[in-house]
């Protein structure tokens, strides 16, 4: 922010804890839950003003589709929805991956609620796309290629999408 940037795209890989995605599967992240500590610590002195006890930082709309829209005429198999950012992307007990699940989180990552809460508490656009690289319930990670492909397609999908929704005259 301190340097001029106008938005924030987050791209990266996730762990998918929903069993119905695919290892390489995009995913489009509509919200992202503050599990960690830093996203959580840039929100504290928000939080202590008002009666808020969470806060669910969100991907901007505008890209979101642009993306839904891009990969659909690519073909591209995505997912849109929630994700939670944990301080540690493995280590927890299953348990744990299954609650969230069960609250609708579809996938886990480390960074989506820092750069969107960053990226709201400054007047920034922000968004976040993942590609699915591991299943967290069977413990199974995709292969290099799938990944490779899969951070393909999604940077493809970042770049057309920030560049149309982000950087418009």
Known sequence: AMLGAKAFIRVGTCGAIDDTMMPGELMLVTAACMTDGTSKELFASHMA???????????????????????????????????????????????????????????????????????????????????VSDLVFTEKRASDTLIEQGVERMVHVALEAGIASFFKE
Request: charged share 15%; hydrophobic share 45%.
């Open 49 to 131: 003003a008002t009666p808020l006890s969470g806060y669910a930082p969100t991907s901007d709309f505008c890209f979101l589709k642009k993306a839904s829209q891009i990969a659909e005429s690519k073909g591209f198999s995505y997912r849109a929805g929630r994700v939670a950012s944990l301080d540690l992307f493995y280590g927890h007990p299953l348990s744990t991956y299954k609650k969230l699940s069960e609250a609708g989180i579809q996938a886990v990552e480390m960074e989506a609620a820092t750069v969107l809460t960053f990226a709201a508490l400054h007047g920034i656009k922000a968004a976040a796309l993942m590609t």
